[in-house]
């Protein structure tokens, strides 16, 4: 589990924005929470590995890898850690 983390850190990015919980009940959604920047959205964000609920609300950057976004408008991303 560890080399799989270290492998997408090698290949993430980071992307800022503010955090905004994406609550819709929506098949197949790309994530449970949304990054804007001016109130428009950047992309879906979703981790396992970070506390995203921590941050909602709050001016962050995260690092990220991207990951499939199942046809939604956005692209989705892997939230790795906060930097």
Known sequence: MDDFYRDQKLKS???SGILEAFKEPVKNKPGDF???S???PIGYVYSTHV???DYVGKQ???V???RPSNDFAFPAYY????D
Not at 79 to 82: E, H, L, R
């Open 79 to 82: 939230a790795i850690d906060i």
């Open 38 to 40: 001016r109130d428009i």
């Open 13 to 15: 990015s980071t992307i």
């Open 34 to 36: 949304i990054l804007k």
């Open 60 to 62: 962050i950057n995260l």
């Open 51 to 53: 506390n995203l609920e």
């Open 64 to 66: 990220v890898t991207k």
